[in-house]
């Protein structure tokens, strides 16, 4: 992954004022290593369910299995899809069940 | 966190390159398993908000510690803190194999912030750093 690129995304945020270069190659390797493990582990998760396609639910899957990434990146992934033609053949438990656990939960937060 | 934190500010304005990101991806992946392209969009992502992540505890890494300019032992400590010490190790490797590769056209590397160490003296610093969170790593589990 290109470190000038890395560095113009560092940049944006405008509470980091100056940032040694070796550092920004530090974040660009692990940046990579980041998008190789996401990869692997969504890619496991797909073959776990005998697809072969990796899609945003398995993404979603891998992200949740590892704690340190849940607790960053859980909110920012996009909502499951509203139930629609694609999921009438495999997945019936995801489309009549509640839209998500997440929402289940605050509600029953609030409930208290 | 606000939701607002996290929404747009990056996307527009600066993201990866998507043909390495994907040929990456791809290197991870076997020959016969595919990736939606929705959810290789949604890796991108991912990764731009993980440098955000990186780059903002190594910001408060280094507020912490007095200093003005981002140095690669916040870069370190952030990655533990936030619980991707597995990967020091190897962007540490990546980093030495670097710093070989650059060393020999530049003799005075400026390390850190104003502090008048010998090359030396840096490394081993380095070296000190790395084993300990290392150690730290290890012992922690």
């Known amino acids: 992954i290109s470190v000038?690129?890395?560095?113009?995304?560092v940049k944006l945020d405008k509470d980091i004022s100056?940032?040694?270069?070796?550092?920004?190659?530090?974040?660009?390797s692990s940046t990579e290593l980041f998008l190789q493990?996401?990869?692997?582990r969504s890619a496991q998760v797909a073959m776990e369910k005998k697809k072969r396609t990796v899609r945003i639910g398995d993404l979603r899957e891998a992200v949740k299995r590892h704690r340190p990434t849940a607790d960053f990146l859980l909110d920012c992934l996009p909502m499951p899809p509203p139930p629609s033609d694609k999921n009438t053949h495999k997945d019936r438990s995801k489309v009549t069940a509640p839209p998500s656990f997440y929402t289940k939960s605050i509600d029953a937060f609030f409930r208290k | 966190m606000e939701p607002s934190d996290i929404v747009g500010k990056t996307k527009e304005d600066a993201s990866l390159p998507k043909?390495?990101?994907t040929k990456i991806i791809k290197?991870?992946?076997?020959?016969?398993?595919r990736v939606a392209r929705d959810a290789q969009d949604l890796l991108?992502?991912?990764?731009?908000e993980f440098i955000?992540?990186?780059?903002?505890?190594?910001?408060?890494?280094?507020n912490r510690e007095e200093k003005r300019t981002i140095a690669p032992e916040h870069v370190i400590k952030a990655l533990e803190v936030l619980g991707f010490g597995e990967y020091i190790e190897e962007v540490y490797g990546a980093y030495e194999q670097h710093r070989l590769e650059t060393v020999d056209s530049v003799k005075s590397v400026k390390w850190s912030n104003g502090a008048e160490m010998t090359e030396e003296e840096a490394l081993a610093e380095q070296q000190r750093m790395f084993a300990e969170a290392r150690a730290r790593m290890n012992g922690g589990g």
Do not use: H, Q, Y
């Open chain 2, 52 to 62: 955000n992540l990186i780059s903002s505890e190594s910001n408060e890494v280094c």
């Open chain 2, 27 to 33: 290197e991870m992946l076997p020959p016969d398993v």
């Open chain 2, 19 to 21: 043909a390495t990101m």
């Open chain 1, 18 to 28: 100056r940032i040694n270069s070796e550092a920004m190659f530090l974040i660009s």
């Open chain 1, 4 to 9: 000038g690129r890395v560095k113009k995304i």
């Open chain 2, 44 to 48: 991108i992502e991912c990764c731009v």
């Open chain 1, 37 to 40: 493990f996401l990869a692997e």
